[in-house]
């Protein structure tokens, strides 16, 4: 779920500025003192925390979803629910759990940005391990959070490499059950280590400049 802030981040940046003006003052370099601004903006923007509401009949706007969420059941996940973000219009996120691996994988659904994977154990010390499909934005992570990053490939073959590349250590239980509160708690955790770490202009400059430059024909990702 950390993998969304930036998203909207971003497009609070956007709101702030409007693309082109963005563009001109991100190119022109701007100061430090200036891309810190905006980067506390953007967090400060942000929710201390998030609800989960279970989604009866979720409709995909990515067909491509349900085919993620039954690539994952047959690698072993049971079904946890789909769910809308309370302070996120328009998000869904699937949740599966593997009890017996200790990995919960959610399948985010974004109106803007789309749908991305990701997989997650979390330890008994309150560390975690992850590995999203979502390239990444240079920005720092918190000392508790271990996140790697892979190109989409089907479910089987990220669980494989998750369970491969993992960090070793005692695992907490994870169930159908407590899935989406854990997600609720690691956002809400985040949060107070992201207000207490402020972005840094070094931090918030390339990707602001690569989500502009999208508006002069350059491709880039916003996280």
């Given at each position: ?26 190119l022109n370099i701007a ?39 039954t690539s994952f059941r ?30 919960a994988a959610h399948v ?116």
């Amino acid at each position: 779920m950390w993998t969304i802030l930036m998203l909207v981040a971003f497009l609070v940046i956007w709101k702030l500025l409007g693309r082109r003006l963005l563009a001109g003052f991100v190119l022109n370099i701007a100061g430090q003192g200036a891309l810190e601004d905006l980067g506390k903006k953007a967090v400060d923007a942000q929710p201390d925390g998030i609800r989960l509401s279970r989604v009866a009949t979720p409709v995909w706007d990515d067909a491509g979803v349900q085919q993620i969420i039954t690539s994952f059941r047959a690698a072993g996940f049971a079904d946890a629910g789909v769910y809308s973000v309370d302070m996120m219009p328009g998000v869904k996120v699937a949740i599966l759990v593997k009890p017996q691996d200790c990995v919960a994988a959610h399948v985010f659904e974004h109106p803007k940005t789309g749908t991305w994977i990701e997989l997650v154990t979390r330890y008994q010390d309150g560390t975690s391990s992850a590995l999203t499909t979502l390239p990444s934005t240079g920005q720092k992570q918190p000392p508790w959070l271990t996140t790697m990053r892979t190109a989409e490939t089907p479910a089987r073959d990220l669980v494989c490499q998750f369970m491969r590349d993992r960090r070793a250590g005692a695992m907490k239980a994870i169930s159908a059950e407590q899935a989406p509160r854990d997600l609720e708690e690691n956002f809400a955790k985040y949060m107070l280590w992201r207000r207490a770490t402020p972005m840094t202009a070094a931090e918030i400059a390339p990707s602001v400049k690569a989500w502009a430059q999208k508006g002069t024909g350059q491709t880039a990702n916003l996280v």
